[in-house]
C-alpha cells in the first residue's frame, strides 16, 4: 500500500525546485565567468611551470620561475614598488574620501531624521566623480602634461617663487613614484566619496539624534556615529583601491613606462614586458600568480579585519 508524502516531504521538494531554479539563472554568469577568469587563470598557473617564449615549444621547468620571480631584484622591486602604491592608491583616497563626505554632510538632520546634505550635490559628485568616467589613458597623458618641465605644476611653482622645487617629476629618480602615486590618489578619491555617501544614508538617524542629546558637535558626530557606522564601506573602499594599487598598469604605463630606471615598474607592466616584449611568458605567468594569491591574501586579511567583532 503506498503512502502519500507528508506536507513537510512536500515542501522540501517544493524547496529542492526553487533551488535548483536559482541556479539555473545564475549558469549563465557563472558559465561567462569560467570561460574568461577561472579557467585563463587556471592556464597562466600551468605556463608558469615552462620556460616558453609564445611561438616555439616549451621546456618543463618546474618552480624554476618562481624561484626567479624571489630571486630577481628587478621582479622583487616592482611587488614592492606596488606596496608603496597602495599607500597612495588605498589610504589616501579613503582619507580624502571622509573628509569629502564630512564636509558634504551638513550638521543637523533632515525632517526625515538622516544627516543633511549640502546643495548643489549632483555637481559635487559629478565634479569628484569626473576622473572615473574618464578613461586612465587620457588621465595618464593629461597628468604627464602637468608634470612635465614646462606643465601647470611648474609653471605654478615658478609663478610663486618656488622654482627651486620645479623639476621633471616622472623622470626624476626621488619623485617619479610619487608623483604617479598622486595620480592614482586624484583618480580614486571619488569613488571612495561616493561609496561613502551613499553609506551615509542607510544609518539610523536616531543614532545622530542621541548623539547630539549628549552634547556631540559635528566632529564628533561624524567620528562617534558615521565613522563606526561606515565599517563596510571601508572595506570595501579598501579593497578596491588596493587592488587598483596591485594590479595597475595603466597609468604607469602611460605617464612613466616604468622608468627612470626601474623606479615606477610594477608586477604588472613587468608581467607585460616579459610576455610580449622579452618573449619569457613562463617567468611572466609564475609573477602574474605571485601577484594573484598576494592579492587575494591582503583582500582576505582586509575582509577578516572589517568583520564586526562579537
Not at 54 to 80: C, H, I, K, M, Q
Not at 235 to 251: S, Y
Not at 254 to 271: M, S, Y
Request: proline residues 5%; glycine residues 12%; hydrophobic residues 50%.
Amino acid at each position: 500500500m503506498r503512502t502519500r508524502p507528508g506536507p513537510g516531504t512536500r515542501r522540501a521538494g517544493r524547496r529542492g525546485r526553487a533551488a535548483w531554479r536559482g541556479y539555473l539563472y545564475v549558469l549563465p554568469a557563472l558559465a561567462v565567468y569560467l570561460l574568461f577568469a577561472v579557467l585563463p587563470a587556471l592556464h597562466s598557473a600551468y605556463l608558469s611551470l615552462f620556460d616558453w617564449d609564445g611561438v616555439t615549444l616549451g621546456s618543463w621547468t618546474g618552480l624554476d620561475n618562481y624561484r626567479e620571480v624571489f630571486a630577481d631584484p628587478a621582479l622583487r622591486g616592482s611587488v614592492l614598488n606596488a606596496l608603496i602604491l597602495v599607500v597612495f592608491f588605498a589610504f589616501l583616497p579613503i582619507l580624502a574620501g571622509l573628509a569629502m563626505t564630512g564636509l558634504l554632510i551638513l550638521p543637523g538632520t533632515s525632517a526625515a531624521g538622516a544627516p543633511r546634505r549640502r546643495p548643489g550635490m549632483g555637481a559635487f559628485r559629478l565634479l569628484f566623480m569626473l576622473p572615473q568616467v574618464v578613461p586612465l589613458v587620457a588621465v595618464g597623458v593629461t597628468w604627464r602634461w602637468l608634470y612635465g618641465d614646462d606643465g601647470l605644476i611648474n609653471e605654478t611653482l615658478d609663478g610663486l617663487g618656488l622654482g627651486g622645487w620645479s623639476r621633471a617629476w616622472l623622470g626624476d629618480f626621488d619623485w617619479a613614484l610619487v608623483a604617479v602615486g598622486i595620480v592614482g590618489a586624484w583618480v580614486l578619491s571619488g569613488l571612495c566619496m561616493m561609496l561613502f555617501l551613499s553609506g551615509v544614508q542607510k544609518i539610523d538617524p536616531q543614532l545622530y539624534e542621541a548623539a547630539r542629546l549628549d552634547g556631540a558637535g559635528p566632529v564628533r558626530e561624524f567620528v562617534s556615529v558615521t565613522l563606526p557606522q561606515l565599517r563596510g564601506e571601508l572595506a570595501v573602499a579598501l579593497t578596491v583601491t588596493t587592488v587598483a594599487a596591485l594590479a595597475g598598469f595603466d597609468i604607469v604605463y602611460v605617464t612613466t613606462g616604468g622608468g627612470p630606471g626601474e623606479e615606477t615598474t610594477v608586477p604588472g607592466l613587468l608581467v607585460y614586458r616579459l610576455a610580449f616584449s622579452d618573449g619569457r611568458v613562463g617567468l611572466a605567468s609564475a609573477l602574474g600568480v605571485v601577484l594573484s594569491l598576494l592579492i587575494l591574501v591582503l583582500v582576505y586579511v582586509i575582509n577578516r579585519l572589517s568583520r564586526p567583532q562579537t
